[in-house]
Each structure stands twice: as C-alpha cells, then as structure tokens.
C-alpha cells in the first residue's frame, strides 16, 4: 500500500476525528499546510474533532495559547493530553505529594491541581516529557525509585520530532533510570485506548464514527488498532513507508502524505 493507490472515501464519512499533534499538524512551531482551512470544514459540516498529544512538556494552557497562535480556535474540552489521564489517577488514588520529573509549565499544571511538589518524601514518582532534566533531578529520581516508591509516567514515547530532526523523549530518561534501577513506569496516555474511548463514550457515538491520525505505530496506530477504529498514518512526521512495511505489528488502514490529503479530500 502507498499513499498513491488507496480510496480515503470512507474517511469523508466519519463523525469523530482525532488528531495527533507533533508530526502530524505541526513540527515544532511550523503549521503543516491544510490544517486551518480542514478544521473550518469540520466545523461547518458538524463533524467533531480533538488534538491529542503525549508531548507533556506544556501544560494544558500552554497548549491552548500555542494552537491559538496557530490560528486553531479550539476550547479545552477539544485537547487531550497524556497529563489529563496521570492526574485523574493521582486524584483517585488520593496522592499528594508528587516528585515530578518536569517543564515548570507542567509543574504549574500540577499544582493548580492540588499537588504538593517536592524532593522530600513524596508518595510517588512522576515521569513526564523533561526538557529541562538535570544531573540532579536523575540523581533524587534514581534513590526515591531504589526505595521502591510507585512510579508512573504520563507517556513512554522514544523521540519527538522537531524541524531538523528528533530529540530525547520521555522513554529515553526512563530508559537511562533503568539502567540504574532496573523498573519502568506505569504508562499513561497513547498508546492507552482510554484515551480514545472515554471520549467517544462522552458523546455517545460508536468507535465506528471516529478515526485516528497520527504519525506514529507504536503511539497512535497502536493506540486506534487497540480501540477499535479506523486508523489513518500520515508521513510527515516519525514514521516513513518502509517502516510500515517492516511493522508486523501495527498497521494503519490508510496511510497519506500529510494533513493536506484530507483537506483535498473534503474540499
């Protein structure tokens, strides 16, 4: 299967659109082509849709500002992120005392929910998407995890994707705090089916209606084969056509170019 050859009709016909965010409407602070002028036609026709993102280095507001420089007119009910499903779990287990391996634009978002941050004595262990990790931070992250305190991350992706390349995600610091603890975290966010399914069953629409579109197997793909809906690949961001082909595992239904595919599907 290639871009080239496949029939997106049925794709025309769903109800419940989610996107992915870094790699598939955006790299970096660059707006994919189509973007603007595809979410204007949803609107218009009564479609819904939600950006979706693992990416935990910006706090909810952040996101919502970022999308609106964009040019994006969406409300807060319209994003889901990996933090949204790590924070309802802290509530309900009732933890208070959070480490948290974090932006301060997340750390922000964490105590406006409630949570004490601390290096002393916390309760649990928080892993999010860090780009402001220090020496010291791994350090007081290793000696709490040897103590054998719970340990949960608000996702696991490798890399992100930025304008001239990938950098270190979530899952390279867990994978560098193995090598010193031997444990992994509880994951939350993609590739989770709750985060697709508790949406839908808000609306009260069938996973028939929705579609998935991302630009990752592992995350997104993974994610939308496990909750059973239709699942659409887009090439401009980490996944290319050969490793579609090499992935025994997750596979999308439809694989395109770029947002601007369904733009010019729609038009």
Request: aromatic residues 8%; proline residues 5%.
């Given at each position: 299967m290639t871009p080239l050859n496949q029939d997106l009709s049925e794709l025309k016909q769903k109800a419940v659109f989610f996107f992915d965010l870094d790699g598939t409407i955006y790299i970096g602070d660059q707006l994919f082509d189509g973007i603007l002028e595809l979410i204007d036609i949803l609107k218009k026709q009564g479609k819904r849709f939600f950006f979706?993102?693992?990416?935990?280095?910006?706090?909810?507001?952040d996101y919502l500002l970022k999308l609106k420089r964009f040019g994006l007119k969406v409300s807060r009910e319209e994003i889901?992120?990996?933090?949204?499903?790590?924070?309802?779990?802290?509530?309900k287990n009732s933890f208070k005392k959070i480490y948290l391996l974090g932006t301060s634009s997340l750390r922000q978002e964490f105590i406006e929910e409630g949570f004490i941050l601390t290096d002393e004595n916390p309760e649990i262990i928080i892993l999010a998407f860090d780009q402001?990790?220090?020496?010291?931070?791994l350090k007081k992250a290793s000696l709490f995890?040897?103590?054998?305190?719970?340990?949960?991350a608000t996702h696991l992706d490798n890399r992100c994707p930025v304008e001239n390349g990938y950098i270190p995600d979530a899952g390279g610091i867990a994978a560098l705090l193995y090598k010193t603890t031997e444990r992994m975290p509880m994951v939350f966010g993609k590739p989770s089916k709750e985060m697709l399914l508790?949406?839908?069953e808000q609306l009260n629409l069938a996973r028939e209606t929705a579609v998935m579109i991302g630009d990752r197997l592992y995350t997104d793909i993974k994610m939308g084969n496990s909750a059973g809906?239709?699942?659409?690949?887009?090439?401009?961001g980490e996944t290319n056509l050969e490793m579609i082909q090499q992935s025994g595992e997750f596979?999308?239904?439809?694989?395109?170019?770029?947002?601007w595919t369904i733009r010019d599907l729609f038009r």
């Open positions: 979706l993102s693992n990416n935990s280095s910006k706090s909810t507001n889901i992120l990996s933090q949204h499903p790590t924070i309802d779990y802290l509530h402001e990790l220090t020496y010291d931070r995890l040897q103590k054998g305190l719970p340990y949960i508790f949406k839908l809906i239709t699942t659409c690949c887009v090439l401009s596979k999308p239904d439809f694989i395109i170019d770029g947002i």
